[in-house]
Antibody, heavy 121, light 107 residues
Framework: QVQLVQSGSELKKPGASVKVSCKAS????????VHWVRQAPGQGLEWMGW????????TYALGFTGRFVFSLDTSVTTAYLQIDSLRAEDTAVYYC??????????????WGQGTLVTVSS | DIQMTQSPSSLSASVGDRVTITCRAS??????LNWYQQKPGKAPKVLIY???ILESGVPSRFSGSGSGTDFTLTISSLQAEDFATYYC?????????FGQGTKLEIK
């Protein structure tokens, strides 16, 4: 079965960097995109962008350019989200998601369990 | 970006009630509209995709309709386990966007 297993919670100081991992299993990793979704405490879902697992090409949503980097290691079927120059407002749960496609309709079928990143001095 | 606006933002209802949540897109998106349910501390779960197709395993009391700019999620008879937050999402543009969410609470 499809599984996305994310790395554990992180506590970081402002200005530091963090790298969240998302280990995929149960399917051909390079056949499906990986998306990243942020959810700040008590807030809604924000789509951050996605990475083409075949080419490694990332696409970032507005507001997630510059400090956010998506990457892959296909040899271990893992996607990564790195956030640099962390700010308090980056405190959130970050989800990786594998999409599904039905007759050209895409939707987010498989979600990781989420990784809480807390930024505090 | 395509903006998605849900209404209401919150809703109180009782077990057995029929509930409708609305999602409006800032431009026409065909039927590229998905609905998700999220319970506290859990990852979201897809309920409906392509505006009206029920994801496998989702109870038939959930239904979706609409096309173009206006969409609805209906729960025909609320069950205790349905109290959660619901989000719409457009997949017409590859810059996917979510609605702000509708919190469904017990009256």
């Amino acid at each position: 079965q499809v599984q996305l297993v994310q790395s554990g919670s992180e506590l970081k100081k402002p200005g530091a960097s963090v790298k969240v991992s998302c280990k995929a299993s149960g399917y051909t990793f390079t056949s499906y995109a990986v998306h990243w979704v942020r959810q700040a405490p008590g807030q809604g879902l924000e789509w951050m962008g996605w990475i083409n697992t075949n080419t490694g090409n990332p696409t970032y949503a507005l507001g997630f350019t510059g400090r956010f980097v998506f990457s892959l290691d296909t040899s271990v079927t893992t996607a990564y989200l790195q956030i640099d120059s962390l700010r308090a407002e980056d405190t959130a749960v970050y989800y990786c998601v594998r999409d599904e496609n039905y007759d050209d309709y895409e939707y987010f079928q498989h979600w990781g369990q989420g990784t809480l990143v807390t930024v505090s001095s | 970006d395509i903006q998605m606006t849900q209404s209401p933002s919150s809703l109180s209802a009782s077990v057995g009630d029929r509930v409708t949540i609305t999602c409006r897109a800032s431009q026409r998106i065909g039927r590229y509209l998905n609905w998700y349910q999220q319970k506290p501390g859990k990852a979201p779960k897809v309920l409906i995709y392509a505006a009206s197709i029920l994801e496998s395993g989702v109870p038939s009391r959930f239904s979706g309709s609409g096309s173009g700019t206006d969409f609805t999620l209906t729960i025909s008879s609320l069950q205790a386990e349905d109290f959660a937050t619901y989000y719409c999402q457009q997949s017409y543009s590859t810059l996917y966007t979510f609605g702000q969410g509708t919190k469904l609470e017990i009256k």
